[in-house]
C-alpha cells in the first residue's frame, strides 16, 4: 500500500516548456487535490477532482490544467510554464471531503522554471 | 474563510511536553478545527481533529476552549521527529469541506 505517490519529484523547465505532473493513489479515493507551496508560505490548492471524470477549480488555478481520466490517478499539466510557477507541488486525496475526513498527501513535486 | 491565528515558531526541548495554541475567534459552530504538520521536505500529514470536545489519539491531544474561539496541541512528550511546521485548519461547509486552507503555521524547533 504505497498510499499517494507522485512522479516526477525533481524537474527543471524552462520557461515556455509543458509538462505533466502525475499523482497515482491506492487506497480507492474519491477526492484528489493538487496544491502548491512557495517558500515559507503554507499550501494553495490548485485544482481538486470530486470524481473519475470530473475537476473543479481551486484557489489559484490559473496557468494549469488537470484531468482525471482513472480514478486513480490525477494530472496537472502546465502548457506554458512561467517562473512564477517554480513551487513544490503536492497532490493530496481523501476518502469523501466531509468536514472530518484526512486528507492523505504525496512527497511532493519540485519544479524550477528559469 | 475562517481564519486561525498561530505563533510563526515555537522552541522546546526533547521529552517536554510542547503546548502549540491556535486562535480562531472567527469560527461558527460547525467549523471542525484540525491540525496537519509537515516534517521537512515532506508532505503535510494529519495530525488530529475535533469539533467540541478535547480529544486524543497516539500522536496528540487537541484542547479546545469553551467558547471554541481557540485550541491548543498538546505532544505530551517531544522527540526531534516531532520538529515540523504545524498547521491549524477550520473546516466549513459554507466555503466547501474539500478545502483545506493552510496558513503559514508554527515552526516547532525540538532541542536535544
Known amino acids: 500500500n504505497a498510499g499517494v505517490t507522485q512522479t516526477p519529484k525533481f524537474r527543471v523547465l524552462k520557461t515556455g516548456q509543458s509538462m505533466t505532473l502525475l499523482c497515482a493513489q491506492d487506497?480507492?479515493?474519491?477526492?484528489m487535490y493538487w496544491y502548491r507551496q512557495d517558500p515559507g508560505m503554507g499550501l494553495r490548492l490548485i485544482h481538486y477532482?470530486?470524481?473519475?471524470?470530473?475537476?473543479a477549480k481551486g484557489e489559484v488555478p490559473d496557468g494549469y490544467n488537470v484531468s482525471r481520466l482513472k480514478k486513480q490517478n490525477f494530472l496537472l499539466g502546465l502548457e506554458s510554464a512561467a517562473p512564477s510557477q517554480t513551487s513544490v507541488y503536492f497532490c493530496?486525496?481523501?476518502?469523501?471531503?466531509?468536514?472530518?475526513?484526512?486528507?492523505?498527501f504525496g512527497p511532493g513535486t519540485r519544479l524550477t522554471v528559469l | 474563510d475562517a481564519k486561525t491565528t498561530q505563533p510563526n515558531s515555537m522552541e522546546s526541548n526533547e521529552e517536554e511536553p510542547v503546548h502549540l495554541p491556535c486562535n480562531h475567534s472567527?469560527?461558527?459552530?460547525?467549523?471542525?478545527i484540525h491540525w496537519y504538520r509537515q516534517l521537512p521536505s515532506q508532505g503535510p500529514e494529519y495530525v488530529i481533529h475535533?469539533?467540541?470536545s478535547n480529544v486524543n489519539n497516539r500522536m496528540a491531544s487537541l484542547a479546545i476552549a469553551e467558547d471554541r474561539k481557540s485550541s491548543t496541541l498538546i505532544l505530551h512528550r517531544a522527540t526531534l521527529r516531532d520538529a515540523a511546521v504545524y498547521y491549524c485548519?477550520?473546516?466549513?461547509?459554507?466555503?466547501?469541506?474539500?478545502?483545506?486552507?493552510f496558513g503559514q503555521g508554527t515552526r516547532l524547533t525540538i532541542n536535544p
Open positions: 493530496a486525496s481523501s476518502l469523501l471531503a466531509g468536514l472530518t475526513d484526512t486528507q492523505y
Open positions: 487506497m480507492n479515493h474519491e477526492y
Open positions: 477532482s470530486v470524481g473519475e471524470g470530473t475537476t
Open positions: 472567527t469560527i461558527s459552530g460547525t467549523d471542525y
Open positions: 475535533g469539533l467540541t
Open positions: 485548519i477550520l473546516r466549513d461547509t459554507i466555503q466547501g469541506a474539500q478545502k483545506l486552507v
